[in-house]
């Protein structure tokens, strides 16, 4: 097997730094700690459990893999999880990809294969049939948050029906012509929830015969930034929409503040509605599909941890759970007043 020993020779550096650029810790410099994870990867070392002084086998670790740390979505569900863990004395080990497709294959092709952790929980991402498979063969406890995984336990909404609550409310007002402002593709690659709720809005406007222009559906990439800049862009339209769908409470305070920079009035000249039930929601009176957010941390917390104390993970994973939505009605969305020239 390729030892530690092998990595410091390829790289001309000592074991001890090698340890630690491999250990994620101070004191190496980032461009030594790329050349270190680029040769242990391309050399396959795998750092053993009694490699670092582990002699029961176990880390009291549990790895958390996110698409974006900085996205209140991810940050909830992390605090939902790690609520559970610290209480059953585990610490969380957490890996940020932030769109970037090189650490998202070191993640999946070194750093879980590590065993640094003792279960592993990834949230809203969509593993390819590679990523399957080496989650698979951790032999450890692993729960998806926000997507489903053949194999594995998830835990996650509808996404589809958030798109559909969020748009039939709109459109039992009377409103027909409905902007929609969601995930670019890149994003979506990364995140399940796009791609889902834009389906639900278009298969709302199908049933109910109303406007399907692709020129009423724009990219906000789930911040208040995106949605703003978005919103500019609908609200622009030589016929812009009497109410705009954002895809997540985010864009949707962003759609507030391009309405509001228009010089529009919501409700009564614009509509919006959001999803998640944000903390900031209720501040902005926002109408909004409520999920569940930190409930989906820590069930799948408590998911890992009852197969860590089983002794070993379940051969047959519990059916996943899908849990429930709720359209909140606030004062951001009401009945079409004028329909703009």
Do not use: C
Not at 279 to 305: C, I, K, N, S
Not at 309 to 338: C, D, F, I, N, Y
Request: glycine share 8%.
């Amino acid at each position: 097997m390729t030892s530690i020993r092998d990595v410091a020779h390829e790289v001309a550096m000592s074991t001890a730094t090698v340890s630690r650029a491999l250990r994620g810790l101070p004191g190496v410099s980032e461009e030594n700690r790329s050349r270190v994870m680029a040769a242990a990867e391309r050399l396959g070392y795998v750092p053993s459990p009694s490699a670092a002084g582990l002699a029961s086998g176990r880390t009291r670790t549990v790895a958390v893999v996110v698409p974006r740390v900085t996205q209140w979505f991810f940050g909830q569900v992390i605090q939902g999880a790690e609520e559970v863990l610290r209480g059953a004395g585990y610490d969380l080990l957490l890996y940020n990809l932030a769109g970037d497709r090189a650490a998202r294959h070191r993640v999946f092709e070194t750093s879980l294969l590590s065993k640094r952790a003792d279960a592993v929980l990834v949230l809203g991402l969509r593993p390819s049939p590679e990523e399957l498979a080496r989650l698979g063969s951790l032999g450890r406890p692993v729960a998806i948050v926000g997507a489903e995984a053949p194999g594995f336990f998830a835990v996650r909404i509808d996404d589809e029906r958030a798109g559909r609550l969020a748009t039939e409310h709109l459109a039992a007002l009377g409103h027909r012509r409905i902007g929609y402002v969601g995930g670019s593709p890149e994003v979506a690659v990364d995140f399940t929830a796009p791609p889902a709720r834009l389906a639900g809005y278009r298969a709302v406007l199908a049933a109910r015969h109303l406007e399907d222009d692709p020129a009423l559906e724009d990219v906000g990439d789930f911040t208040v930034a995106g949605g703003t800049l978005a919103a500019h862009r609908l609200l622009a339209l030589p016929r812009r929409p009497t109410a705009i769908f954002a895809a997540s409470d985010e864009m949707a305070i962003g759609v507030l503040r391009a309405a509001r920079e228009h010089g529009l009035r919501v409700p009564e000249d614009l509509s919006v509605v959001g999803v998640d039930d944000h903390e900031l929601a209720a501040f902005f009176d926002l109408t909004t599909v409520r999920q569940p957010v930190r409930e989906q941390g820590r069930v799948a917390a408590e998911q890992v941890l009852a197969q860590l104390q089983s002794g070993r993970p379940s051969a047959s994973p519990p059916a996943s759970l899908v849990l429930p939505l709720e359209l909140v009605e606030r004062h951001t969305t009401a009945s079409p007043a004028r329909v703009p020239s």
